[in-house]
């Protein structure tokens, strides 16, 4: 019971959980070199005394006691934007914890089909808050033929189902792709993908399990290797989490732990809750990354003395424009926020869908422009180890000089930056991530159109075009 520090998290994670990467199964990730970066970064958040964010990473519960924020269900504007402000200085790793704000949502719909349910979510809420457990966003099945619902693939297991039920539990069997550090959590809490019809009740299963529950095996991905140079990858080197293919081979789920099991009327709801909470964590890196898109191309421009240079100033005016527009949209949708019957305060749902397609449906152009800016040392810059070299070195002092005010490393480190971000490991990584996460351009296409006042709208337009509420013209008065 009670806050972790970051040595009692590393050793929370020796479980016997079941882990795989490039081929081998590992029995201690605290111990393996694939796991040194991911497993440091978010045993950061587990800093509570540290002079910069110890504090913010803190908050009182009910109770009295003292837990993460990450659990700390907003019932105000204020709570809001500490929220909002946590997740600016906050890992992944802790970031997907945010899976139970939107279990916490859809409590109160939940308790309405199935009080059992609710309470289970509820009870396990409060068990991973103090406790200080972190939690994986278990959500994207395999899906299998597109064209098929989950209870018509050639494999039924193609979307995660319920196989058995008895007094005791549920079994589960099935896989979920594409979850972010799930060897690194304690529970992986599954939703479902999507809604599910009448005919297709097993696969609507929500619970939470350990990770390392029997049955359970992750496969891992990364996009960098184990050990990077910080100055070549600036981001990757510090910031690189896996992605886990979780799959659940008949793993037993005990009946207190499960928060749907049938209830096809609210797969669809449990889905959405999440998209809203993972949409704002995605808006919420986009301002930061903007930001550092006009900074880094303003960094370049100044280096080659281009800064003035009309094109390239136009460059920076789009970059700025689409910074300001996503850090503007998530202010707007913080203030403008909605609460639930219960008392969560949570963003406005159509601001954060808006923002988060406008990110996502013009972040391959603003790269663009910074590529542009920058030029083609983004992918051509020589390794540190070649400007260490005494031999080399000279030569790269040498024909990277621009002007004496310019240091040479400091371009250097610029560029990489650049290359990383955008280019090389971080970057490929983010290309996708900007567009898939929280859902792909559809989903965020599907949520403004559920929830813009389109009744509103279409009444505006007759009335602007002379119709009145029956339908018939208006007759202008003779002049």
């Given at each position: 019971?009670g806050?972790k520090?970051?040595?009692?998290?590393?050793e929370s994670?020796?479980?016997?959980?079941?882990?795989?990467w490039?081929?081998e199964?590992?029995?201690d990730?605290?111990?393996?070199?694939?796991?040194?970066?991911?497993?440091?970064l978010t045993?950061?958040?587990y800093?509570?005394d540290?002079?910069d964010?110890?504090a913010?990473r803190?908050?009182?519960?009910e109770n009295?006691?003292?837990?993460?924020?990450?659990?700390q269900?907003?019932r105000s504007?204020e709570d809001?934007?500490?929220?909002i402000?946590?997740?600016?200085?906050?890992s992944?790793?802790?970031?997907?914890t945010?899976v139970?704000?939107?279990?916490m949502?859809?409590?109160d719909d939940?308790?309405?089909?199935?009080p059992?349910?609710?309470?289970?979510?509820?009870?396990?809420?409060?068990?991973?808050r103090?406790?200080?457990?972190?939690?994986a966003?278990?959500i994207?099945d395999p899906?299998?033929?597109?064209?098929?619902?989950?209870h018509?693939?050639?494999?039924?297991?193609l979307?995660?189902?319920?196989?058995?039920?008895?007094?005791?539990?549920i079994?589960?069997?099935?896989?979920k792709?594409?979850?972010?550090?799930?060897s690194?959590v304690?529970?992986?809490?599954?939703m479902?993908?999507?809604?599910?019809?009448?005919?297709?009740?097993?696969y609507?299963?929500s619970?939470s399990i350990?990770v390392?529950?029997?049955?359970?095996?992750?496969?891992n991905?990364?996009?960098a290797p184990?050990?990077?140079n910080?100055f070549?990858?600036?981001a990757s080197?510090h910031?690189?989490?896996?992605?886990?293919f979780?799959?659940?081979d008949?793993v037993?789920?005990?009946?207190d732990?499960?928060?749907?099991?049938g209830?096809?009327?609210?797969?669809s709801?449990l889905?959405?809750?999440?998209?809203?909470w993972e949409?704002?964590g995605?808006?919420?890196?986009?301002?930061?990354?903007?930001?550092?898109?006009?900074?880094l191309?303003q960094l370049v421009?100044?280096?080659?003395?281009?800064?003035?240079d009309?094109t390239?100033?136009?460059?920076?005016?789009?970059?700025?424009?689409?910074?300001?527009?996503?850090?503007m949209?998530l202010?707007?949708?913080?203030?403008?926020?909605e609460?639930?019957?219960?008392?969560?305060?949570?963003p406005?749902?159509?601001?954060i869908?808006?923002?988060?397609?406008?990110?996502?449906?013009?972040y391959?152009?603003i790269?663009?422009?910074?590529h542009?800016?920058?030029?083609?040392?983004?992918?051509?810059?020589p390794?540190?180890s070649d400007?260490?070299?005494?031999a080399?070195?000279?030569?790269?002092?040498?024909?990277l000089h621009?002007?004496?005010?310019?240091d040479i490393?400091?371009?250097?480190?610029?560029?990489?930056?650049?290359?990383?971000?955008?280019a090389d490991a971080?970057?490929?990584w983010q290309?996708?991530?900007?567009?898939?996460?929280?859902g792909g351009?559809?989903?965020q296409?599907?949520?403004?159109?559920?929830?813009?006042?389109l009744?509103?709208?279409?009444?505006?337009?007759l009335?602007?075009?002379g119709?009145?509420?029956?339908g018939?013209?208006?007759?202008?008065?003779?002049?």
């Amino acid at each position: 019971m009670g806050l972790k520090t970051p040595r009692q998290y590393i050793e929370s994670l020796r479980d016997g959980r079941v882990t795989y990467w490039d081929g081998e199964r590992i029995d201690d990730i605290t111990r393996h070199p694939r796991f040194k970066v991911p497993i440091a970064l978010t045993a950061v958040d587990y800093d509570y005394d540290a002079s910069d964010h110890g504090a913010l990473r803190r908050y009182r519960t009910e109770n009295g006691d003292e837990a993460h924020r990450i659990y700390q269900v907003p019932r105000s504007g204020e709570d809001l934007a500490r929220r909002i402000e946590l997740l600016q200085h906050t890992s992944i790793g802790t970031a997907v914890t945010g899976v139970y704000m939107a279990l916490m949502s859809v409590k109160d719909d939940v308790a309405q089909v199935n009080p059992q349910c609710a309470d289970n979510i509820e009870r396990m809420y409060r068990y991973c808050r103090d406790n200080d457990l972190r939690a994986a966003e278990v959500i994207t099945d395999p899906k299998g033929d597109r064209k098929r619902r989950a209870h018509e693939q050639d494999d039924p297991d193609l979307y995660v189902r319920i196989v058995d039920r008895n007094k005791d539990g549920i079994v589960v069997r099935g896989a979920k792709l594409h979850i972010t550090a799930a060897s690194l959590v304690h529970e992986l809490v599954v939703m479902p993908t999507k809604g599910m019809r009448q005919d297709e009740k097993d696969y609507a299963v929500s619970f939470s399990i350990p990770v390392n529950t029997r049955g359970v095996s992750i496969i891992n991905r990364s996009f960098a290797p184990a050990e990077l140079n910080a100055f070549d990858y600036p981001a990757s080197a510090h910031h690189s989490m896996p992605e886990g293919f979780v799959v659940f081979d008949d793993v037993f789920v005990p009946w207190d732990r499960v928060f749907l099991a049938g209830e096809v009327q609210l797969a669809s709801r449990l889905a959405q809750s999440l998209g809203l909470w993972e949409r704002t964590g995605g808006l919420i890196e986009a301002v930061r990354m903007s930001e550092l898109f006009v900074g880094l191309a303003q960094l370049v421009s100044e280096h080659q003395g281009k800064d003035r240079d009309p094109t390239v100033m136009n460059s920076i005016a789009e970059l700025i424009t689409y910074a300001e527009m996503l850090r503007m949209s998530l202010d707007y949708a913080c203030r403008h926020f909605e609460t639930t019957p219960s008392g969560m305060v949570h963003p406005d749902v159509l601001a954060i869908n808006t923002a988060k397609y406008y990110y996502a449906a013009n972040y391959h152009q603003i790269v663009r422009y910074l590529h542009d800016v920058s030029g083609g040392l983004v992918l051509t810059l020589p390794l540190e180890s070649d400007l260490r070299n005494e031999a080399s070195g000279k030569y790269i002092r040498k024909y990277l000089h621009t002007r004496s005010d310019v240091d040479i490393e400091t371009r250097m480190r610029v560029y990489n930056l650049i290359r990383d971000l955008t280019a090389d490991a971080y970057g490929g990584w983010q290309f996708v991530v900007a567009l898939q996460a929280g859902g792909g351009l559809a989903a965020q296409r599907i949520m403004m159109n559920r929830t813009y006042d389109l009744a509103r709208a279409r009444a505006r337009a007759l009335q602007a075009a002379g119709v009145t509420t029956s339908g018939s013209p208006k007759r202008q008065a003779a002049e």
